[in-house]
């Protein structure tokens, strides 16, 4: 084993999560300016040591929140022959964790990319998706795989569930003002709840998952066309189908609401919800800096600024 780092980044589902699990399409991207970094130094006394904000300690005594990423770091030592290899393994965020930006799945990315990097191997991207979907596997029950292909990618992307996510353009204007809660989320129970609902009363629920999946093609839509307008009225319609399906939350309505308020074009939840971050389209930077102030002004605990165009983001 050599030093070495892996990098990633934030995501944000633009549109289309939850319905996204039954096979509908999603619109997400990746925030590169919103690292996370994966250093790893390997260590003659064999300890094997993680030092992050998630978990601090030794790979054996991995648990909980920290226990897919474990389960996947064990999994690669074991691939790479070394799973007595000693380590020093330091995980750098800029992302909050539990707040819908893909936390878990950007770790597991750029440890995936430190560990084969470390051993001197060309990582094929399907090879990383394999991996980061051992840990999201663990981490989230059954998840689409939408969080591992978005932090490893390059561009935004057109996602659907089991095929290869395809690059899609956004338009030159066009301004997402992102804003944490300061709610961790709880993808697992949030998913798991809109099982259930569908389980329970389908009648009810599926049309709402056919109604985020009609918005996330008119989306599509909107951004070949520039339409930015219409982008924010199609989230718009995604986050009423999401507030149905019960995994809006009092925290998420109130800085959606002041969003819009302030001018936004369309505001809504990101991620699985029920806490975590909400996003809102603005069409640029004065109104962008507005919408700060007001889901400031809301509660919100951080916020970000990004650009279409400029893949520019400002915390
Ligand atoms: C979580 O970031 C996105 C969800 O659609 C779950 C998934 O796609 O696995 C809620």
Redesign the pocket.
């Known amino acids: 084993m050599e030093e070495a780092t892996g990098v990633s980044a934030a995501k944000i ?1 633009l549109i289309g ?2 319905a ?2 039954y096979g509908t399409p ?1 619109i997400a991207l990746p925030i590169p300016s919103i690292q996370l970094s994966a250093h790893l130094v390997p260590r003659a006394d064999g300890q094997q040591l993680i030092h992050s904000v998630f978990y601090t300690g030794t790979l054996e005594d991995a648990t909980d929140a920290f226990a897919g990423i474990a389960k996947v770091l064990r999994q690669l030592l074991t691939y790479f022959s070394a799973r007595t290899q000693g380590f020093d393994l330091t995980i750098d965020s800029a992302l909050p964790p539990e707040r ?1 930006m ?1 936390s878990s799945a950007a770790t597991a990315t750029a440890i995936v990319r430190a560990v084969y990097a470390a051993f001197n191997t060309p990582l094929p991207h399907a090879t990383l998706l394999n991996w980061t979907s051992v840990s999201e596997r663990a981490i ?1 029950g059954a ?2 795989g ?2 591992a292909a978005t932090t490893s990618a390059q561009s935004p992307q057109w996602f659907v569930k089991g095929h290869t996510p395809q690059p899609i353009h956004l338009p030159q204007a066009g301004v997402l003002v992102i804003a944490d809660t300061g709610i961790p989320g709880q ?1 697992k129970q ?2 798991a709840s809109v099982a259930a609902k569908l389980q329970t009363d389908p009648t009810r629920y599926r049309p709402e998952i056919d109604t985020i999946d009609q918005a996330v093609r008119a989306a599509a839509v909107a951004l070949a066309q520039n339409d930015l307008p219409l982008l924010g009225k199609e989230m718009n319609r995604a986050q009423a189908s999401l507030s149905e399906l019960g995994v809006s939350s009092p925290q998420l309505d109130r800085l959606i609401s002041a969003a819009r308020t302030a001018g936004a074009l369309g505001a809504k939840l990101t ?2 919800g029920q806490g975590g971050c909400m996003i809102a389209l603005t069409q640029d930077t004065e109104t962008a800096d507005k919408v700060v102030d007001a889901v400031t002004e809301a509660g919100a605990t951080a916020t970000w600024i990004h650009a279409f165009a400029a893949e520019d983001s400002r915390s």
């Open positions: 589902i999560e939850h996204v699990v999603a819908g893909g989230h998840p689409s939408l969080d993808t949030a998913v991620g699985g």
